[in-house]
Each structure stands twice: as C-alpha cells, then as structure tokens.
T-cell receptor, first 112, second 112 residues
C-alpha cells in the first residue's frame, strides 16, 4: 500500500509569482483534499477534488486553484503569490465520505 | 458557524504527571480525530472516534468522545518527554461539508 507523496518538500518564491504543488493519492483513495497550515495555526481547508471535479472549497480566493488527474493525483496552483501564502501545504487522500484520511509530508512554501 | 475549540492551547507539564486536553465542537459531526504534529512535520493520526462513549487508548494516550456534549478529551497518563508535540483535534461529516475542521492545536511540552 503506497502512501501520499507531496512534491516539492520545500520551495521559495517571490511575491507575485505562481507556484504548483503536487500530491499523489494513496492506492484505493479517490479523493484529495488540500490544507494550508500557517505557522502556529491549525490546518485550514482549501478545497477537495473527487473524480477530477472540485467537491467543496474553503474560504480561499480564486487564485488558489487545483486539478485532479485520472490516477487521482492532484495539483494545487497558487497565482500572484502574497507573503501571507507562506505556509505548510498538506494534502490528504481518502475514499469519499469514509473518513480515512492519509496525509502527505507537506510542502513548505516561503514567499519573499 | 462550524467551530472546533481546544484548550489549553499550551501545556507545560512534568514527566510522570497526568493531564487532559479538551476539544469542543459546535455542530454534530460524523467523526472526531486526534492528530499529533512534530515541529516542521506532517500530521500523524492518533485516534478516530465514531460514536458516543467511544474510548480508544494507545500507550500513554487515551481519547474519549461525548457526542451529546460535543466534547472529546485526550488524556495523557504519566507523561514522558517523547510526547512533546502539538496535538490537534478535528471533526468532519455532512454538517462540515465532508472536510476536516481543525482546532487551533495544543502545544505540549513535557519537562524532564
């Protein structure tokens, strides 16, 4: 059984740039959710993808967008980066509605 | 409003002592989760609680759920230094839009 893999592990971007983060899904899981965790805070839900469609979204602006691919892997794209986007980005895969979440190791994004 | 509140937010305790972390949530949930996070790392699943009165134990940690009071507790018995970490509770379910809603976390420091 494979776990959830995220890439890259760390990256540094300049304000205004765009970034793409990637996440594989655990075998047998058809849903991927993305969370943003700012320093010292709990993770905040960004959005969830199921069957390649967005299936719920948190309170994040449209410059946060995503994709899910036929193999259930996913991308998170953030445009026009702001300093406040600096955070740990976590993805979690799960079977839809089953409540069995497997988290990846995260991507630490620093915006300077 | 969907809220998950943890207290205390910071807990400093001596090795060998017992203590409890509390987690209150605002709306009926399907599941209650406890996670551990070490600095700079991802989330490690500790417990998933499904029903009223559920109790789970692993080592020095025991979690319980009272769905009527919308309260979960994480009890630490005879703390050891290795338990030092941040602990999050989270809930999900239809009322929460099938996403995890996290508390702010409890930073636990166990002093030798």
């Amino acid at each position: 059984e494979t776990g959830v893999t995220q890439s890259p592990t760390h990256l540094i971007k300049t304000r205004g740039q765009q970034v793409t983060l990637r996440c594989s899904s655990q075998s047998g899981h058809n849903t991927v959710s993305w969370y943003q965790q700012a320093l010292g805070q709990g993770p905040q839900f960004i959005f969830q993808y199921y069957r390649e469609e967005e299936n719920g979204r948190g309170n994040f602006p449209p410059r946060f967008s995503g994709l899910q691919f036929p193999n259930y892997s996913s991308e998170l794209n953030v445009n026009a980066l702001e300093l406040d986007d600096s955070a740990l980005y976590l993805c979690a895969s799960s079977p839809l509605g089953r409540g069995t979440y497997t988290f990846g190791s995260g991507t630490r994004l620093t915006v300077v | 409003e969907l809220k998950v509140e943890q207290n205390p937010l910071f807990l400093s305790m001596q090795e060998g002592k017992n203590y409890t972390i509390y987690c209150n949530y605002s709306t009926t949930s399907d599941r209650l989760y406890w996670y551990r996070q070490d600095p700079g790392k991802s989330l490690e699943s500790l417990f998933v609680l499904l029903s009223n009165g559920a109790v789970k134990q692993e080592g020095r940690l025991m979690a319980s759920l009272d769905t009527k009071a919308r309260l979960s507790t994480l009890h630490i018995t005879a703390a050891v230094h290795d338990l030092s970490a941040t602990y999050f509770c989270a809930v999900d379910g239809r009322e929460y839009g099938n996403k995890l809603v996290f508390g702010a976390g409890t930073i636990l420091r166990v002093k030798s």
